[in-house]
């Protein structure tokens, strides 16, 4: 996964330039592994559990409207509508003062995804009440699932709030989200929509790279399928493919790069295919280009190429 909660990552490019002419990845949230030595097995972070919650609701049938009532029926009826009354009047309402908090939510309505992929709110203004925000959402599974919710900041320096699992997710496995947020103070501002979002759990895909063999290994639902020659990048000095286990966050055909974007001199500037996004500081697992064929099975170096 991509840094632990609350911590901003460094900028830094750790692109893996692969000896394949196709992407390897068809769903995002699959698990990358970057590893070294010893490290090379997949371990997910473990993350305490958080508690959900169900809202209930009442409901009871009436009569047709030219029913005879006794006066006890009528009596009844009485407290009924003053029960709901009361409960309509206790009811918490919209709020709509202060300005609109909108907010993006990954993955998409009905969409299939890998079994890393972390639930993520990601808000367009800061959030100055997280706690009301975080307890007012809700991620419920198919299947026994325990996981934690977490707030970090983007490279943007916008507030996102990611719940992962702590295991990876089962395969085939319905989550939905939900979230009562049009009736909670989030700090001074307000939301104008709620949540009630499924999407499914895709088959299980990993891919391990390892650092030391120069080897990107992928696995589906735990049996190897295919074995290519990497070159981990290092677009500085320095700043080599960090080791850790990331999710998929997306895929682009192609994706413009330069050595200048993490602070070094302008050694490269060039655009790569098939770039497969794994980290908000812009780590990418990509297609080699031509001039860098020379490392890709055997040294973890970055390409010298300008535009």
Known sequence: MDGEAGVRAGPHIA??????????????????????????GLAARTIRGSRGWRGRSAWWNRGPATS???????????????????AQAAAPKKVTSGPLLDFDLTPGAGKTVGTGQPVSLEF???????????????????????GSWGWVTTTAGLDRLDWRPKDPWKP???VTVKGTLTTIDPGGAHFDRDLDRTFTIGRDQQLIADLDTHRLT????????????????????GRASRPGTF?????????????????????????VNWGMRFSDSGGYLHQAIDDAQQYVGNTNHSADASA
Do not use: F
């Open 124 to 146: 367009k203004k800061p959030v100055k009440n997280k706690a009301a925000v975080e307890k007012a959402l809700s991620v419920t599974a198919s299947n026994a699932t325990e």
């Open 172 to 174: 085939d496995t319905e």
């Open 218 to 237: 992928v696995k589906q639902n735990g049996k190897q399928v295919k074995s290519v020659p990497m070159s981990g990048g290092e677009p500085v000095e």
């Open 15 to 40: 692109a893996l330039d692969i000896h394949e002419p196709d992407p390897v990845v068809q769903l995002p949230g699959q698990w990358l592994c970057l590893a070294v030595g010893e490290s090379r």
């Open 247 to 271: 999710a998929i966050k997306s895929r682009e055909e192609k994706v413009h790069m330069t050595s200048a974007s993490v602070g070094g001199p302008k050694s490269y500037d060039l655009t």
């Open 68 to 86: 005879t009532r006794s006066e006890g029926e009528e009596t009844s009826a009485a407290a009924v509508r003053k029960q709901t009354a009361a």
